[in-house]
């Protein structure tokens, strides 16, 4: 079965900087798709970014991008100008191309980012 | 478009008592999800429906019921609610043509 880990429970980083949020994850499949959510305090879940296993290419959106390591199974996300509605939960999650008609996540524990002014 | 609503964003329920979460969604997708979200353990699943007609289990369906009354609408029930049930629940939905899922805005239920 798939694990997804973040191993940082909390992180901050102060306005305008750059931080890096880690995950890992474990499977044996060769294609998947891997993503960011992004839970502020409203609780509602947010897509921030999301990767596909068979692209090389890390994905980016605006001030977000992700470092994909494909053979160390590793997928980190960066913030970068960090602003402070940045704050939130963030959880990383692994979809597997092959479960059929559904897309079943499976999601991290979540990194807690507070951002300080 | 609303996207996917959840209905009551909060509840407060006694041992015993029963209730049903209602979920919708009108982004036409065929998939839709139940999860629950505890502090530390991220998002798990509870049930799933992949399309009209079929729901099946996740990874924890114990002490729930679900029914999805049709491609919009896809509701959990809690028969008779334990404390260990207090948490917050999410409703979900997916196409099959993308690989992401939209996340209503929660229910936060507390049994005592």
């Known amino acids: 079965a798939q694990t997804v880990t973040q191993s940082q429970p909390e992180m901050s980083v102060q306005e305008a900087e750059t931080v890096t949020l880690s995950c890992t994850y474990d499977?044996?499949?060769?294609?998947?798709?891997l993503f960011w959510y992004k839970q502020p305090p409203s609780r509602q879940m947010i897509l921030v970014i999301r990767q596909e296993a068979y692209k090389q290419q890390n994905a980016t959106e605006n001030r977000f991008s992700v470092n994909f390591q494909k053979a160390a199974k590793s997928f980190s996300l960066k913030i970068s100008d960090s602003q402070l509605g940045d704050a939130a939960m963030y959880f990383c999650?692994?979809?597997?191309?092959?479960?059929?008609?559904?897309?079943?996540?499976?999601f991290g524990a979540g990194t807690r980012l507070a951002v300080h002014p | 478009n609303a996207g996917v609503t959840q209905t009551p964003k909060f509840q407060v329920l006694k041992t015993g008592q029963s209730m049903t979460l209602q979920c919708a969604q009108d982004m036409n997708h065929n998939s839709m999800y139940w999860y629950r979200q505890d502090p530390g353990m991220g998002l798990r699943l509870i049930y799933y429906?992949?399309?009209?007609?079929?729901?099946d289990k996740g990874e924890v369906p114990n002490g729930y019921n679900v029914s999805r009354l049709n491609k919009r609408e896809f509701s959990l029930r809690l028969e008779s609610a334990a404390p260990s049930q207090t948490s917050v629940y999410f409703c979900?939905?997916?196409?099959?043509?993308?690989?992401?899922?939209?996340f209503g805005p929660g229910t936060r239920l507390t049994v005592t």
């Open positions: 979900a939905s997916g196409g099959t043509a993308t690989y992401e899922q939209y």
């Open positions: 999650a692994y979809r597997s191309v092959f479960s059929g008609g559904y897309n079943k996540l499976i």
């Open positions: 499977t044996s499949e060769s294609d998947y798709y």
């Open positions: 429906s992949a399309s009209e007609g079929t729901t």
